[in-house]
Each structure stands twice: as structure tokens, then as C-alpha cells.
């Protein structure tokens, strides 16, 4: 009868079974939630600081997504629109313009897999040669990211000016 019950058990055990040994698998683990959560973060920055600061349009392609979309104070700006935008301020800009410096505050941010957004308070400031402000503006904004297989890309974003 011992063997019978044993024999039932060891049936019962291989059919729940999914067939995965129990040794660990020697795949590498992915990141952690806060490694994404601190990517996305660094995405963010990385945007402003290379896009909207700066003049080089190679960086749209590298941060955002192909079909990347803004919405911005009432307009829809793509990917090229932004191009034409850096473009027009390249064309435009005095060697001695104000430098734009950008910092964040987020109070919000989920990732569901491959997917993820987030929600913060830009604050730009724009300092002279010299170092004093001479300018500032702060937003309201939220961005969806996707992960991609060279990381984590701007999808969407949404910005509404705070103030002014």
C-alpha cells in the first residue's frame, strides 16, 4: 500500500510539473524595477539635455522612438518637427546665447514590462557666460518610454508650461 501512495504521489508530482529542472537558469537576470525606474529617469534628462539644449539632431533618433510624438502647448510635434526646430535655433543662436540647464522632480513613475511612463516637473534655467540666470520656465509633463533592444526610448510626451 506505501508503495502504491508513493507511486501516486511521484505521478501526481510529474504531472503538475512544467518540466523546468530546478537548477537555475543561466540566462542573465534583467534589470531590476529600480534599475528601469533610474533608466527612464536618465532618458529624460538625456532628452533635454541633448535635444532641447542642444542642436545635434542625431539624438532625436537616439532617445525617441521612429513614430515619437509631443503634444506641446496645443501643437504636435513629431520627430521632424523637432529636427526643424533644432535646425532653426543652430541657424539662429549667438555664440554668446544662454546656456539651458534642466532638472526634474518626479513624483510618478510605473513600468508594466517593456512599456512605461512617467510624471515630473521640469525646471529650465538658462545661465550666461558668466553664470547668473537670466531666464527660467518649469513644465508639467508625463512620458511614455518603450524598451527597445538598444534600451529604454521615448514614445510620447506631454508638456504644459507651469506660470508665465
Not at 515619437?68 to 521632424?80: C, K, Q, R, S
Request: net charge negative; charged share 20%.
Amino acid at each position: 500500500m506505501k508503495s502504491l501512495y508513493a507511486i501516486l504521489v511521484t505521478l501526481l508530482f510529474l504531472a503538475c510539473s512544467d518540466g523546468v529542472s530546478p537548477v537555475q537558469s543561466s540566462a542573465t537576470p534583467g534589470p531590476t524595477p529600480a534599475q528601469d525606474q533610474a533608466a527612464i529617469q536618465q532618458l529624460v534628462q538625456d532628452v533635454f539635455d541633448n535635444i532641447w539644449s542642444g542642436t545635434d539632431t542625431a539624438q532625436v533618433r537616439r532617445y525617441q522612438t521612429g513614430d515619437f510624438v509631443i503634444l506641446e502647448h496645443g501643437e504636435v510635434w513629431t520627430n521632424d518637427t523637432i529636427r526643424t526646430w533644432q535646425l532653426g535655433q543652430l541657424a539662429n543662436k549667438p555664440a554668446d546665447a544662454p546656456k539651458r540647464l534642466n532638472s526634474f522632480e518626479f513624483f510618478r513613475n510605473e513600468i508594466i514590462g517593456d512599456n512605461a511612463w512617467c510624471a515630473y516637473q521640469n525646471n529650465a534655467h538658462w545661465v550666461d557666460a558668466k553664470g547668473d540666470t537670466v531666464n527660467n520656465f518649469s513644465w508639467l509633463e508625463s512620458g511614455v518610454a518603450v524598451r527597445t533592444e538598444g534600451g529604454w526610448k521615448l514614445k510620447m510626451m506631454h508638456s504644459t508650461r507651469i506660470g508665465r
